[in-house]
């Protein structure tokens, strides 16, 4: 086999469909790799048919050039597919398998990755600890908006399906495993989300709508999800959600007390990250807004769960601070309150298990929440642009129409 078409970033603004070669167990010279991780070999890797994969926000972002992605890199770090190829050290995991790929790349062999801590592994980027797959300096890993991709460590990630019927069936909320239900869910568990919580999501996108959803599943009494697009604010509402529109109402503690009869939550999630902005109509982007809105609308003592992306290297960021990631928090404002902070990429493997029975149980209704909505590979630009644009979707690329 030789052909792989895939999603190539080109410019700010602009992905398109490129022949890539069919993926070998070897990580080879490219846009984003890693030169240290030039020829790395991987025969305890996969090669996967990809059965779907996600456009996330997290991608938005280097398709709006604010990031150092490199011209070229291919994007795409929520997969799931079938295994086709397995490497000479791959022991259980066969030929025939359909499993979920989690987001981070993880060795399963240092210190991080024996802590549960497979976020941070500290052997698959050079640069430091942590990678995915299609995302800028994280290695250089291939992503896997494409039609095949390779995998590494396969026995250690990969979350296998066991029943390939019933998870086709089930295929548009389990594709959801590889990264934004563990993250939102991640985000809900780090803010200490449990049975009679109020809780406020900021940020009604794809991962705000899984933070929710997984907010309902630890039992939180009042989720309340905030954002400036109405369409995405009805979404919430759609499975059950208080919501707060800041475009219309920049009062946020006012407007949590007229839903909760006082102007703060037991705690709260970050999923908007830093591209963040300013609250009220005319409002400008302003980076620290939610990190310091979230600090004053949660109680003393409280939790704050951060799932949302901040990076370290922005080139649309509106100062020089911005620029290398450093905004004006109101730190004082959290220590006086003794609030707890969680970073962070989240650490799928943590999670994949748990929430794939919730699915296969009917319990969880992911897809639901986040309104998945499958479209084909070639389809894969006007899903960026109309993304870009507040769309209420998240957007399941299936490209080998595969899908029902």
């Known amino acids: 086999m030789s052909g792989n078409r895939a999603v190539a970033y080109i410019k700010p603004g602009k992905v398109e469909i490129q022949d890539i070669g069919f993926p070998d167990l070897e990580l080879r010279d490219g846009p984003g790799v890693n030169p240290l991780n030039v020829g790395r070999k991987c025969n305890h890797g996969v090669i996967l048919k990809v059965v779907t994969t996600n456009i996330c926000g997290s991608d938005q ?20 597919g079938e295994v086709i190829e397995v490497g000479s050290d791959v022991e259980f995991i066969k030929k ?24 941070i592994c500290e052997n698959v980027n050079p640069d430091r600890p942590g990678s995915a797959y299609g995302y800028v300096d994280m290695g250089g890993w291939v992503g896997g908006q494409s039609e095949y991709v390779m995998v590494p460590y396969a026995d250690f990630q990969l979350l296998k399906f066991p029943d390939k019927d019933q998870a086709m069936e089930k295929i548009k909320d389990l594709t959801m495993l590889s990264d934004i239900f563990p993250t939102g869910y991640h985000g809900a568990v780090s803010a200490g989300v449990k049975p009679g919580s109020t809780v406020y999501i900021a940020g009604a996108g794809p991962v705000g709508l899984a933070a929710a959803h997984s907010a309902q599943l630890l039992g939180a009494a009042v989720v309340i999800v905030g954002d400036l697009n ?29 839903i909760l009869g006082v102007p703060e939550v037991d705690c709260a999630v ?9 609250h009220g109509a005319n409002a400008g982007e302003a980076p620290a807004t939610v990190l310091n809105s979230i600090m004053t609308v949660t109680r003393a003592g409280g939790r704050l769960g951060i799932p949302g992306l901040y990076v370290t290297g922005d080139p649309g960021g509106i100062d020089e601070d911005a620029q290398i990631g450093t905004l004006k928090v109101r730190l004082g404002l959290g220590w006086a309150k003794a609030h707890t902070f969680v970073t962070g990429q989240t650490p799928v493997m943590k999670y994949h298990r748990d929430l794939m029975a919730a699915i296969l149980s009917g319990k969880a209704q992911i897809a639901k929440a986040v309104n998945a909505t499958v479209i084909s590979l070639d389809d894969a630009p006007r899903g960026y642009q109309e993304f870009d644009q507040g769309a209420a979707r998240k957007y399941v690329i299936d490209p080998h129409g595969l899908v029902k």
């Not at 993880?106 to 210190?111: P, Y």
């Not at 109405?230 to 007390?257: M, W, Y």
Request: proline letters at 4%.
């Open 61 to 80: 972002h280097m398709v709006r050039g604010r990031t150092t992605a490199p011209t070229g890199l291919i994007l795409g770090h929520e997969i799931t």
């Open 96 to 119: 025939g398998d359909l499993v979920s790929v989690p987001f981070n790349i993880a060795c399963g062999r240092c210190r991080s990755c024996k802590e549960r801590d497979t976020h």
């Open 230 to 258: 109405a369409e995405r604010l009805q979404q919430a509402k759609s499975f059950g959600c208080e919501t707060v529109n800041l475009r219309d109402h920049p009062d946020l503690g006012e407007q949590i007390e007229q």
């Open 270 to 278: 970050d999923c908007v990250g830093f591209e963040a902005s300013g």
